[in-house]
């Protein structure tokens, strides 16, 4: 009997499947994410964290909640930083498989509403503030993102991902 005649049989095999790649995605990410130090943007996270707000000019508020939690709570280093994305990147593919046929479901409606009323005080800040965030943007565009081409970075994350497919192998240790 194959799997397609037992759609419960079916089912417990991609459970399988999908538990394998989120825990490799987990390890991974633990395994990595102490080999480099703190990437800028992740400085200004842990600043935002140690200044909470309703809301900030380029991220919303939620970010700095995560930083503070992940400083003052797991002690600020590396990898526990990381670990809050690691962990948020793999709820998010438990989810989204989880949830495919949600479409069709009064929840997402429900749960559209309650991101919206969670999101409200952030987007009324941004309201009285004059949008501050499409400020940041273009001034990031006309300076910071005006010296980067999108095919450079396009390669640059690829050369990335490649240098992080050889981790432990010789040419990783000696390059």
Request: proline share 3%; net charge positive; hydrophobic share 50%.
């Amino acid at each position: 009997m194959n799997t397609q005649d037992n759609p419960a049989r079916s089912k417990k095999t991609w459970v399988y499947i999908l538990s394998a790649f989120v825990f490799l995605k987990i390890s991974l990410h633990v395994i990595l994410n102490a080999q480099w130090s703190f990437h800028r943007d992740e400085l200004l996270y842990l600043a935002l964290g140690r200044h909470l707000a309703w809301g900030y000019a380029s991220v919303p508020p939620a970010i700095g909640f995560w930083a503070w939690f992940g400083d003052s709570v797991l002690g600020g280093s590396v990898g526990a930083i990381r670990l809050i994305a690691t962990l948020f990147g793999s709820i998010t593919v438990l989810i989204t498989v989880s949830y495919r046929k949600i479409f069709s479901r009064r929840q997402l409606y429900y749960a559209i509403g309650s991101t919206l009323l969670i999101l409200s005080p952030n987007i009324y800040w941004q309201y009285t503030h004059s949008f501050p965030v499409f400020e940041h943007m273009s001034k990031l565009s006309a300076t910071q993102f005006s010296h980067v081409s999108l095919s450079g970075f396009a390669i640059d994350q690829l050369l990335f991902f490649f240098r992080l497919c050889q981790f432990g192998s010789l040419g990783y240790m000696f390059s």
